[in-house]
């Protein structure tokens, strides 16, 4: 589906906004953050709050809604960023950022308005999520379940377990999400456990597999808006990025998959940000 140029630009300024608010609870809690899988996912999770996604704010447990599950649960500041920017809850709310009893903490929670479930050990999201979506099958649901994953979450076995069950059950109203940005968290995916060809393998577990520019707004929201890719199998968006994108010296680097910045860098990186939004 074509976007219009006001929802682009919306879009893209919401992602900026995105990531300054979580530049902003990783630093002013003193305790940094999961930067790198953070900024790669930005344009991907706004645009699936803000042009896709089935859902209402104020009744986050509407019974038709989609489901989203972020199973990598290590990026939850630039989630609760995106879910207070679309309205859960205020944005007052982001500055208990790992505060003790918090909600808001480095990895997800299900004491957050509109998180469907709690990860930060990676692997369990797609499980999970087959779960879900076989049982909206079963109560005649016409929502969907969305669960975005990191490539390096892709080493997991249980991840291959569920889209084997996924497949055989052919859950079209599943759509798996791969962050692709090449980098696990001390190297390149590559280096450490080899996962191309990645469309392969996902298309050999019954899959439906397409892959896009996740830093291109429009292109995101064309194939997240025709889904499912295939009638009668469930879809997997690999979802090509860089990580720590936007930031020069994090791009692409492992170093920045999780980050504490001096206050200059800081304020440095968050001007380069700033100046990143369109009029
Ligand atoms: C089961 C499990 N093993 C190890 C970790 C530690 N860990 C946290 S993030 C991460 C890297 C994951 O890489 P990827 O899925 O590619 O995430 P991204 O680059 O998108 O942040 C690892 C190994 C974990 N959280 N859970």
New binding site residues.
């Given amino acids: 589906m074509v976007i219009d140029k006001e929802l682009e630009k919306k879009l893209k300024n919401l992602t900026i906004e995105s990531k300054l608010l979580t530049m902003e609870m990783f630093h002013e809690s003193g305790q940094g953050g999961?930067y790198?899988?953070s900024f790669?996912?930005a344009e991907f999770l706004t645009v699936l709050y803000n042009g896709i996604l089935k859902i209402d704010p104020k009744n986050p447990n509407w019974k038709e809604r989609d489901h989203f599950i972020l199973s990598?649960g290590?990026?939850c500041g630039l989630f609760v960023a995106v879910l207070a920017l679309r309205g859960f809850f205020g944005k007052e709310m982001l500055s208990t950022y790992d505060e003790i009893n918090s909600a808001i903490g480095m990895h997800t929670t299900l004491m957050i308005p509109g998180c469907e479930f709690a990860a930060?050990?990676?692997?369990h999201g797609l499980s999970a999520g087959v779960g879900a979506a076989l049982a909206k099958k079963i109560d005649k649901l016409s929502s969907r379940v969305f669960v975005h994953?990191?490539?390096?979450?892709n080493d997991?076995g249980s991840v291959w377990e569920a889209a084997m069950a996924a497949g055989k059950f052919k859950l079209d109203n599943l759509v798996a999400t791969i962050?692709r940005?090449m980098?696990?968290?001390e190297g390149s995916?590559e280096s450490i456990m080899p996962l191309e060809p990645l469309e392969d393998k996902w298309k050999s577990f019954g899959w439906a597999v397409k892959t896009v520019n996740g830093h291109d707004v429009t292109e995101l929201y064309d194939v997240l808006s025709s889904l499912p890719i295939e009638q009668d199998k469930p879809s997997c968006i690999i979802i090509k990025t860089i990580?720590g994108k936007g930031i020069p010296c994090m791009e692409g680097n492992w170093e920045y998959?999780y980050a504490k910045l001096n206050d200059e860098d800081y304020q440095e990186h968050y001007n380069l940000l700033e100046k990143c939004k369109c009029n």
């Fill in positions: 999961h790198g899988g790669s996912s990598k290590h990026i930060g050990s990676l692997g994953m990191g490539d390096g979450e997991e962050d940005n980098m696990n968290y995916t990580k998959h």
